[in-house]
T-cell receptor
Framework: AQTVTQSQPEMSVQEAETVTLSCTYD???????LFWYKQPPSRQMILVIR??????QNATENRFSVNFQKAAKSFSLKISDSQLGDAAMYFC?????????FGQGTRLTINP | GAGVSQSPSNKVTEKGKDVELRCDPI?????LYWYRQSLGQGLEFLIY????????KSGLPSDRFSAERTGGSVSTLTIQRTQQEDSAVYLC??????????FGPGTRLTVT
C-alpha cells in the first residue's frame, strides 16, 4: 500500500522569506501523480501544485515550486516570498487512477 | 454549479442520533469521494464512487456508516447512532479523469 509521510507537523517562516515543506512517499508504481493541497481555516482544500511522475522537470506555479526526486521518493514544496495568506495546513498527496493518499499535513505559520 | 457543495456547513447532534450529510459534486464529474478529517489530522478515506460501478467502501470505519449516490450525482453520507468519536469534518470531493480532486468546504459534525 502507498504511504505518504510529512515529517514536519509545524513550520514557521518570516514574511517574504522562503520555506520548504518536506514530503516522502512509498510506492512500487512507476506512473503516478503527486500533489500539494493547501487547507486554510476556511477548511476548503485548494490545489497548490501537481507533478506527473513521468516528467523530470519540476513543476512551478508562481511563488510555489517543487523538488521532485523520483529515485528518493521525495516531493518537497518550496514557497518563495512568503505571504500572510500562505498560512494554512499543507497536505502532500500521492495519486494513481482516481485515488489519493494523503500525508498528515504540515501547519505553516507566517510571522509578520 | 461552480464547485463542490456540501450541506449542512455545521451539524450538532446528540449521541445516538442519526445524521445525513449531503454532497453535490461538480456537474459531469464521474468520481465522488468522502473523507473524514479529525481535529488537526490528515484526511481519512471513507468511500469512493465511480460512475455506475460498485462503490469502494474499504475506508468506512464501521457498519454505522453508509453512503449513497443517486443518479450518479448527489451523494449522502449517513452515520447511524452517532458517537462522540464521530465528531470531525467530513469532506467530499469529485473528479473527472485524473487523480486531481476538487473538494467541497466540508461539514463539521459535533456529537454531544
Amino acid at each position: 500500500a502507498q504511504t505518504v509521510t510529512q515529517s514536519q507537523p509545524e513550520m514557521s517562516v518570516q514574511e517574504a522569506e522562503t520555506v520548504t515543506l518536506s514530503c516522502t512517499y512509498d510506492t512500487s508504481e512507476s506512473d503516478y501523480y503527486l500533489f500539494w493541497y493547501k487547507q486554510p481555516p476556511s477548511r476548503q482544500m485548494i490545489l497548490v501544485i501537481r507533478q506527473e511522475a513521468y516528467k523530470q522537470q519540476n513543476a512551478t506555479e508562481n511563488r510555489f515550486s517543487v523538488n521532485f526526486q523520483k529515485a528518493a521518493k521525495s516531493f518537497s514544496l518550496k514557497i518563495s516570498d512568503s505571504q500572510l495568506g500562505d498560512a494554512a495546513m499543507y497536505f502532500c498527496a500521492w495519486g494513481r487512477g482516481q485515488k489519493l493518499v494523503f500525508g498528515q499535513g504540515t501547519r505553516l505559520t507566517i510571522n509578520p | 454549479g461552480a464547485g463542490v457543495s456540501q450541506s449542512p456547513s455545521n451539524k450538532v447532534t446528540e449521541k445516538g442520533k442519526d445524521v445525513e450529510l449531503r454532497c453535490d459534486p461538480i456537474s459531469g464529474h464521474t468520481a465522488l469521494y468522502w473523507y473524514r478529517q479529525s481535529l488537526g489530522q490528515g484526511l481519512e478515506f471513507l468511500i469512493y464512487f465511480q460512475g455506475n460501478s460498485a462503490p469502494d467502501k474499504s475506508g468506512l470505519p464501521s457498519d454505522r456508516f453508509s453512503a449513497e449516490r443517486t443518479g450518479g450525482s448527489v451523494s449522502t453520507l449517513t452515520i447511524q447512532r452517532t458517537q462522540q468519536e464521530d465528531s470531525a469534518v467530513y469532506l467530499c470531493a469529485s473528479s473527472l479523469s485524473t487523480p486531481r480532486q476538487y473538494f467541497g468546504p466540508g461539514t463539521r459534525l459535533t456529537v454531544t
